[in-house]
């Protein structure tokens, strides 16, 4: 059973920082890219930062040069630092890992989440 367990997040001022981590088990992420969203109540989840098993990273424009995600195979984890953070950041951030499968498509799994509140 594959299962990815996000943890880190908090309520932490404007300006402030904080570092997600999300474990991975039941697969050897060494072979998927992994990946951090986030959603707020009444919106789509939307794509935050992504490193391929080969190291590339990606982020989206709004969290560029503030977030750094980073990923350690032999714990089967992957991080998401985040700095200089606004209040525009606050929401419920998830963990995916994803594999491309034989059919031509990718096999996603999800976490729960984890809050992560940036107010004064």
């Known amino acids: 059973q594959v299962q990815l367990v996000e943890s880190g997040g908090g309520l932490v001022q404007p300006g402030g920082s904080l570092r997600l981590s999300c474990a991975a088990s039941?697969?050897?992420?060494?072979?998927?890219?992994m990946g951090w969203y986030r959603q707020t109540p009444g919106e789509e989840r939307e794509f935050v930062a992504l490193?391929?098993?080969?190291?590339?990273?990606m982020y989206a424009n709004s969290v560029k040069g503030r977030f750094t995600i980073s990923r350690d195979n032999a714990k089967t984890t992957v991080y998401l630092q985040m700095n200089s953070l606004k209040p525009e950041d606050t929401a419920v951030y998830s963990c995916n890992a994803n594999i491309a499968d034989p059919s031509g498509g990718r096999v996603h799994y999800w976490g729960q989440g984890t809050q992560v509140t940036v107010s004064s």
């Open positions: 490193i391929t098993r080969t190291g590339f990273t």
């Open positions: 039941g697969i050897d992420t060494s072979g998927y890219t």
